[in-house]
């Protein structure tokens, strides 16, 4: 059984750092697209950023210059490095994978959601 445990968020100021990171486990055969998406309260959930298994990214304009995304393929583990952050940062921040469990089919799997909040 697949799945996504996510560690780190927390309170922290304005303008101050935070790591996420979220890690795959189980019976895992392949893993293809890994990313972190947050949901404000009232509003959307919404993506943040992506990585390929090629270490392609992608940010969201607003986190841009500000988040760095990476992983560890051998650890099936995805990073989410947030500096400068802001209050509109708050939100609950849950990792998201494309991946073959053994040899079921590509599919996507969610972590349960980490709280990261911003204070000014």
């Known amino acids: 059984q697949v799945q996504l445990v996510e560690s780190g968020g927390g309170l922290v100021q304005a303008g101050g750092s935070l790591a996420l990171s979220c890690a795959a486990s189980g019976n895992i055969f392949s893993v293809n697209v890994m990313g972190w998406y947050r949901q404000a309260p009232g509003k959307q959930r919404e993506l943040v950023a992506f990585i390929t298994g090629g270490g392609r990214t992608n940010y969201a304009d607003s986190v841009k210059g500000r988040f760095t995304i990476s992983r560890d393929n051998a650890k099936n583990t995805v990073y989410l490095q947030m500096s400068s952050l802001k209050p509109d940062d708050t939100g609950v921040y849950y990792c998201?994978?494309?991946?073959?469990?053994?040899?079921?089919?590509?599919?996507?799997?969610w972590g349960q959601g980490t709280q990261v909040t911003v204070s000014s």
């Open positions: 998201n994978a494309d991946l073959r469990g053994g040899w079921g089919p590509l599919r996507t799997y």
